[in-house]
Structures are given as C-alpha cells and as structure tokens.
C-alpha cells in the first residue's frame, strides 16, 4: 500500500510539475525558436562560432558567471591546439596547496584545471551584483526551459520598460525573464569584443556565439553521441535485414 501512494504521488508531481514551470514563467514574452547548428540528430558544433562564443564568454561574461564544470582541456575540443590551451589557462590564477607550510597559494591554471569562479564564494558573488547570485553557465542551455533559445532571447531582449512597469532599484528590464525585471545589466554591446577572423561583432552575432559556446559546453561530447547513434541505428537496421533473411530461409519449407 506504502508503494502504491509513493507511485501515485511521484505521478501526480509529474504531472503538476509542467504547470508549474509555465505558471513561473508566466508573464514572459514568446520566445522565437533560432536555427543552431547543435540541434537535430545529425546536428555539429561549428567550431569557428565556439572559439568566437568562447572569447565572448572570457571578455563579457566570465567576469560574474561560473563555468566550472568545464576543464582547460577540453577547449582543445573546440579547435584549439594544445599549445593555445595551455596559454589560455595559464591568463588564469587557481588556488592550490597546501604548501609545506601548509597554506595555500595560487598559480597559473593547467590543462587539468577547472574553469576558476569569478568570487571566493556565494556571498561575495551577491555583494558584487546587487543582491542576485550569477549562474554557473557550465549547464545554462539545459536547466532553462526553453534550453539555448531562452538564453539567446534574454542576452538580446534588453531595452526600455513599457510605461505601466516601474523597475525596482537596480533592476532592468526584459520581457524574457520571469516579471520582466533582472538585476543583470544588458551585458552585451556593438563591438564589445573582436573576433580574430573578421566577423562583425554585433549583439546578436555575439549572443548567437556564446550560447553556441555555452550549448558545447552543456554537453561536450554531442556529436560523440550523434556518431555513436548513427552506428547503433546502421547496425539494428543489418541486423533487422540478416534475422528476416534467415527467418525466411529457416520457413521457407513449412506450410
């Protein structure tokens, strides 16, 4: 009987927990879906557009947001050389030791290293930004409803609040996230970056690159998946062939 009540309510938290997501995201303005080169069953990373979302992501926002579950090796999966990897971890300072004075100290990032955070801890984070907490981006496109489109949305949605909606201190305003006020400024502007091979850096082209950058970085080993897949599905559409061919053969005599 205990089984059967833990069933029922695990049904019934399924069943109310898509009601509840729309309800907190009520209020919000539709979010247009965009074309990605990562979606689909077949879809890619387009590796130039990771290394330029990438340096959008190191100029704009790596200064508030966290990307630790990501290590400094794996951005040789994006088209860096390991060389470049290296360099890019070692502009960066993690903490290490103890010492054999048993303290800790810092040094430049390696290979082996995760993504550093921006702020000692939680509470430096929220005193830097007004009270809010930052996400970690590491898993952003897939703990928001809405994935890579919603965050595309958010990062190009800023812009002057209607008349009838007063922004609290601090605030500004999109109509993309929940109530249409976030304590985010507009991170994103004309030629905030320069890419090194010569795309224009405006506010959509960044946005569309970092959450690019971001959907990689959600889910690094994609197309390993997709290729593993393709594999699986050849071999069970053989397999599914060699079994009615030997089926036929095995009844072919029996009537």
């Known amino acids: 009987m205990t089984r059967l009540r833990i069933l029922m309510a695990g049904l019934a938290i399924a069943a109310i927990a898509p009601i509840g997501m729309a309800l907190a995201a009520g209020g919000t303005k539709h979010i247009e879906p965009q074309e990605w080169h990562f979606e689909g ?17 190191k100029e704009v926002c790596a200064a508030c947001h966290r990307l630790n579950y990501v290590q400094f090796r794996h951005l040789v999966d994006i088209g860096f050389s390991e060389a470049q990897a290296k360099t890019i971890a070692s502009e960066f300072e993690v ?5 054999d004075d048993g303290d800790m100290f810092t040094r430049p990032a390696g ?15 929220r005193a830097s930004n007004n009270g809010a907490l930052p996400p970690n981006l590491s898993l952003i496109t897939k703990a928001r409803p809405g994935g890579a489109n919603y ?15 007063e922004l609290a201190d601090g605030m500004n305003f999109n109509p993309y996230f ?17 890419f090194a091979d010569g795309t224009k850096a ?7 690159d970092v959450v690019a950058f971001l959907a990689w970085a959600a889910e690094p080993r994609m197309e390993d998946r997709h290729r593993l897949g393709f ?16 089926k036929q053969r095995v009844w072919r005599n029996v009537h």
Do not use: W
């Open 231 to 246: 594999k699986v599905m050849v071999f069970l559409i053989i397999l599914t062939i060699l079994l009615y061919l030997a």
């Open 151 to 165: 965050v595309f949305a958010l990062l190009t949605g800023f812009g002057d609040p209607p008349s009838d909606l």
């Open 41 to 57: 069953v077949f879809g890619t990373h387009d590796r130039a557009q990771l290394q330029r979302g990438y340096l959008v992501y």
């Open 178 to 194: 929940t109530g249409s006020q976030i304590a985010m400024a507009p991170p994103l502007s004309e030629d905030a970056v320069e």
């Open 95 to 99: 903490e290490d030791g103890p010492n």
């Open 111 to 125: 290979l082996s290293d995760n993504f550093p955070p921006p702020f000692a801890n939680d509470k430096a984070a």
């Open 202 to 208: 405006t506010t959509e082209q960044m946005a569309r």
